[in-house]
Structure formats: structure tokens, C-alpha cells
């Protein structure tokens, strides 16, 4: 088990971390170039400030809340807190305390806002890529479709180095951020054969669903059996142990696992059916009992992939459940995992999600925003006021599909209105569906190798830490 309270020493200022990832000077000068051009791929488009040596892991999981970011973790925080019976600002989420924090830079490299595909390729594989692309260079068309890729996955640089690997996530397995772990695609839409159009699989593409099918990784768990042909989906059960729901899961022993739960994404953890679902957790738990039996180690991905889709449709209360649901795997992987793994977690963007002032201390996280008296510094009695003269929720979002009508009826908004498991928090702009945020996401580090996780960094670096923990080439 983890000691957070241990800071690993295995520190020296000796190397710089751009030197040991930039195989050549031409890299290095490409990298200059990178500064000024927003469509550039290499890696490590920073000048790197980072000195010393890291820890040497052993296996490394990467925890990746989609869309969950900074306002989405305070939220959780404190939502999490009041479910315990806290005020809950004081809470703290299990990653809090890791000892390695950064801000990670998200833009994809034609995108200011970026989408899941051109980030988990950065987190994963290291090269920032267009929005929407998965594992291929901007403008390179059909380069993942080729028997070389140029950008290999991080499956396949853990296989390389005799891991094993494991993959888990509550959406559809072929959704970009679980897709990015193994899989080459143009287009994050070409998840199913039907997809792909015609030109591409002449050119040799395949869809995310055969990929997934064609590959080595140990563990792959998440939803999405109606992206996958009778073919495909006989081809898994032939090959491997397949789960279909949670008792199959449980009775997995050894070998190589494949889980589809659901047809499309699992279900938010506010709806999921504990008999035939398992929880984040409850994945993660079994994925790290059966990778640990490689003694060479493993790498382990963990994706809660519906806090993004709770927050596409401005409901607070699913993305809140699904980041509460995130950091109850995070515990487990710190109870199971030993000392010689790398735990990250990290959001592969944020959302347009805020927390609006100014509530009173301990005020609940989905209510009404209860003023303080000025005069006494204690709760008043009454609501704060919009210039509309109706009270609102601390928390908002910046555009989406629920506009500032108060309700139905247009009569102001109760506290039992807006802490409806179903209220979907009020939006500034008008559009179908709410969206992804640029600022910068989190980063949060523990174990050998953490000791990079600093500052402000690209994203693409992300990938750079858990090579140089692991060594991978
Ligand atoms: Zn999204």
C-alpha cells in the first residue's frame, strides 16, 4: 500500500528531462519551431525547466476523469464531503494529497478547446494531433492505417518492454480516450466497421471495434457491444474470458479479459444497476489483481468517461456522482498498487462548468446560493438575488441546452428544483449541447517518476513521465 505521506527521495539534478526524451539535435531545433507553429506535432514543445532524475516505476495507472476539470474537482470535493456530513470545502478527494501536482496546456494542435481524441493521443502516446484524430499526425491521411504506424500506442511501447496492460473506461470502449490506448483512426467516429467509409478501408483502415478486437493489451473492460459486428463480437468470446456483466467479471480468474457491459456506454453511476454493472472501482480492482501477476509490471489506464457526457447536457449532479465514482478507484489503486507504481491523475480537458459566489460556508453544492449577512458574517435567511430578481445555483455553465428560464412556469427556482438528481443547471448561451473548456486541467502525481509532475506543462509531456518512470523506449 501507498504511504502518501512519503515523498520519494530518488532525486538527482543531473539530467534534463528535454535531453532524454529528444533523441536528436534535429528534434531539438523542430522544437524551437514549435513555439510559433500551431500545427506542429514533435514532442516537447516547451523549453523544460524540469532537473531532476525521476524514480524508476515499475507500473504506472493512469487515472483520466474526461472533462473533469478544476471547477469539476473542487465540486466533487465538496459534494463528496456533504455525502459524508462535512461542510465539505475541507474535504479532501483521495488525490489531493499526492505529492506531484501540475497544470497541464490541453489545446489540440489545429484547436484552442480541444476534444478527447487529440488529447488522450498527447496523454498517451506523446504528439499533440488534430481535434478529432486518434494516434495519427495532422494532415498525414490514412498514416495509422499503414502495417508501421508513425505514432506507436502506449500498449505497444508497454508490450516492448514485457508489461502488461490494461485498459478500462465507462464508455464505449471504442470512444476516443479508451481507443487512444490501442487503437490508429483518422476519424474518432470510424468506432464500428459501418463507419469507416469506403476510400478509408480501401486504403487498409479499420474501424476502433476491429482494432480493438486485433488487440494484445490484457485487460480491456468498458461498454459498446453495438459498434462491434456478430463476427467480431464471437471472435472476442472465442479468443478470451468475456464479461457481459458483473458476475462474468467476478468469476474472471487469470488470463486475458474482455468485459463489454452495456450496449452503448455503461451508466452513469447515479443509474447503474449494481447487480449488472460494475462499478469503476470494482474494474479497476479486478484489472490491477490480475496485472500484478506479471512480474515485470504493468501499465494500467482508467477512464471515468461519463463526468463529460453529464456535463454535455448541463447536469451537475452525474458528473459530480461519476468524479465521486473516479476517486473511489482512485483509493483502490492506492490500496492495491505497490510502491513501485506511478498513480496519475489527470482530465484530458475541462468544461465550461463554474461555482458562482457567494454561498455561505458549508452551503449545498447543487442548492441555491444562500447570501451571508454582511453586517453579522453569518447565513441570512434569504437567497441571493440575480438582477431578475430570482435566486440561482452556485454552480453554471457557460453555454448549453438549459437556458436562465427559471422554470416551467417561470416562477423562481426552489431549492428542491435545482437539487433534482435530474436539474440541469441553468446557461448563459444558448446551444444543443454544453462544451468542452480550454483553461488548463490538472495533474496530480504519486510514486517513482511523480517527482516530473510540475508547473506548467504540454500535455504531450504526460506521456513523457510515464516513459521515463518505466523506461519505456
Ligand atoms: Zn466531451
Redesign the pocket.
Known sequence: MHNLNIINKKTKRSRVLAYLVLPTITLLSACVEIQSSSHSTEKNNTPDTHKEEPGQAKNVILFIG??MGISTITATRIFDGQSKDMEGEENSLAFDNFENVALIKTYNTNAQVP??AGTATAIMSGYKTNIGTINVRPGQKYEGCGSIPAIKTLTDRSHSAGKSVGIVTTTRITHATPAAMFAHADNRNWESDNEVPREAKDAGCKSIAQQMVESEAEIIMGGGTSKFSENQLNTLKANYTFAANKADMKNFKDGKLRALFSKSHMSFEADRDPAEQPSLAEMTETAIKNLKSNQEGYVLMVEAGRI??A??GTNAFRALTDAQALNEAVKVAIEMASEETLIMVTAD?S?VFTMAGYPVRGNPILGLVKSIDQTTGLPSDSYEKALDGKPYTTLGYHNGPHLRVASADNRPLTNEDVQDRNYRQQTAIPMNTET?AGEDVALFGHGPGSENIRGVMEQNKISDVIDLALGLN
Do not use: F, P
Request: hydrophobic share 0%; charged share 25%; aromatic share 0%.
Open positions: 474526461d472533462g476534444d478527447s463529460d457526457h456535463h454535455h480537458h468544461h468542452h
